[in-house]
């Protein structure tokens, strides 16, 4: 056995990025069914959106890019179906740079296929990309018209019933960021701090330590941490709505329902992993003292 | 066999492409590295161009000059950030950036001090005074906050007091660097379920004739 975890601390790491490959590979192929327990950050989310009324405007940001998109797709997906099912309309920008206006296209193109009653313009409307984050969420406190003055499409906000009312992003019930690196965090500091409307953000897993901070302090009405959150988020609404139960066990599409069954097969590998290292690591350790 | 459309081919060899330095470094890695820093540039330049410069500064100045005029402040500072290329007369540039920094340190000092430091203070001041079920938690928040920041006070030696203090805040961070690391693990498992279903489902399956 000592032996054994020698070689173990000298095995060629390529050895390990197979034994991921296929332990990754397998539930794809075929899937487990594993459970998803639900945190309160999410439930808490959850129960937010629920509650908002028919005709509440909510705000939507693609704040990520393709780097990121298996984490981030699935929960701004699930967020616009919940909004559609309960007739809450939805503002959608994308502040991120790389890919972020590309990937809202295809998550809108994707979810109204799916509610074909929604309107352009009416349920939903798609003002586009803009640079400078911060600049953007500054101005959006004052005229929204001022940050986005046309659709993605080139026409006036003022052509589109959804806008009409709306003065700055104050007006809005919600900001939903689905977001990469720093922006979500300028709409907690900027949007929500200095203009008070309340915020929910969907991080990637590794920025979402971070937010904890930023919901002890109230600062966030809740967060879908990385591809758990959104595979949460995607339980609590097919467990509140039938009709996106069926659409979640249905779909060919990918969800993050379906991806946590390699997150959780690959964990249990890399504890194991983390076990055997360290207790070959301390071994070794032992027999250099004992050798001194 | 089904018909994949080229967009899937070439994204699917893009990503092996990618994934092969995981084996070693090789021209097929170099080449999608190449092509996806060139393409993402690219990419920038254009939607910056069509979706904030477009809307925002020349078809307002082309439709409506009269009530646009004002633009042309913002549009010249643009133009002089360039200047830097004409050695001659770079220190323009320098105008505008100075401006920029400005504008932006002066947004960032209210968005960090209304956003992150008067909130985060304000929630380590909590009432400790009566029993309650989150009394205890918010009590080991209050240890973990003030024992790192008695690590991280270097302008005086530590003492008999101080040290032990210091070192449950060491304590503190690692178990935050390991929560932090756990989840970067979940993100980077996360991006990687994303490739490879895209690879299994978008691209193996229809081209055996699975789906």
Not at chain 1, 59 to 71: I, N, Q
Request: proline share 5%; net charge positive; charged share 15%.
């Amino acid at each position: 056995m000592p032996g054994l975890l020698h070689r173990f601390l000298a095995l060629d790491r390529r050895w390990i990025f197979l034994l991921v490959l296929v332990s990754v590979t397998g539930p794809i192929v075929l899937p487990l069914g594993l459970p998803v327990t639900v945190t309160e950050s999410t439930q808490k989310s959850y129960d937010y959106i629920e509650a908002l009324k028919p005709g509440d405007v909510v705000w939507l940001s693609f704040d990520y890019g393709p780097s990121s998109a298996p984490e981030n797709d699935p929960m701004a997906e699930a967020f616009m179906r919940q909004c559609f099912l309960k007739k809450v309309r939805v503002i959608v920008t994308a502040l991120y740079p790389l890919g972020g206006l590309g990937l809202a296209n295809q998550s809108l193109a994707r979810i109204t296929a799916e509610f074909p009653n929604v309107e352009y313009g009416v349920d939903y409307i798609n003002l586009g990309y803009k640079d400078g984050a911060t600049a953007v969420m500054r101005r959006l406190g004052d005229d929204i018209a001022g940050a986005f003055p046309t659709d993605v499409n080139g026409r006036p906000l003022a052509e589109f019933p959804i806008m009409h009312g709306l003065k700055s992003i104050r007006d809005v019930k919600l900001v939903f960021t689905a977001a990469t690196g720093l922006i979500g965090e300028y709409w907690i500091t900027q949007v929500h701090s200095q203009i008070g409307t309340p915020v929910i953000i969907g991080p990637t897993a590794v920025s979402a330590p971070k937010y904890y901070a930023f919901i002890n302090s109230g600062q966030l009405v809740g967060m879908l941490g990385g591809m758990k959150g959104a595979a949460e988020y995607e339980l609590l609404l097919a467990r509140g709505h039938s009709e996106l139960a069926t659409l979640y066990r249905t779909t060919k599409g990918f969800t993050a329902t379906k991806g946590m069954d390699g997150q959780t097969v690959l964990h249990g590998f890399i504890l194991l992993f983390i076990v055997l290292g360290n207790i070959a690591f301390f071994q070794e350790r032992g027999k250099k003292a004992g050798a001194r | 066999m089904h018909f994949v459309g080229f967009g899937t081919w070439l994204a699917a060899l893009l990503t092996i492409f990618a994934f092969s330095f995981l084996y070693k470094d090789n021209p097929f890695f170099r080449f999608a590295e190449s092509l996806f820093a060139g393409v993402s540039l690219g990419y920038y330049v254009g939607i910056t161009l069509n979706q904030t410069l477009l809307p925002n500064l020349v078809d307002p100045m082309v439709q409506d000059f009269g009530h646009n005029w004002d633009l042309i402040v913002p549009g010249l500072l643009g133009l002089m950030l360039y200047v830097r290329a004409v050695p001659r007369i770079g220190w323009v540039s320098r105008y505008a950036l100075a401006i920029y920094v400005a504008y932006y340190i002066g947004v960032d000092f209210t968005r960090r001090i209304q956003g992150e430091v008067l909130p985060q203070i304000a929630r380590t001041m909590l009432p400790l005074s009566s029993l309650q079920s989150t009394t205890l938690v918010s009590a080991i928040f209050i240890v973990g906050v003030y024992s790192v920041l008695i690590y991280f006070f270097f302008s005086k030696e530590q003492n008999a007091v101080t040290k032990p203090l210091a070192r449950l805040g060491i304590w503190f961070l690692m178990i935050s660097f390991g929560a932090a690391f756990g989840f970067t693990v979940m993100g980077r498992v996360a991006l990687l379920i994303g490739r490879l279903n895209f690879l299994i489902l978008n691209w193996i399956y229809p081209t055996i004739g699975l789906q």
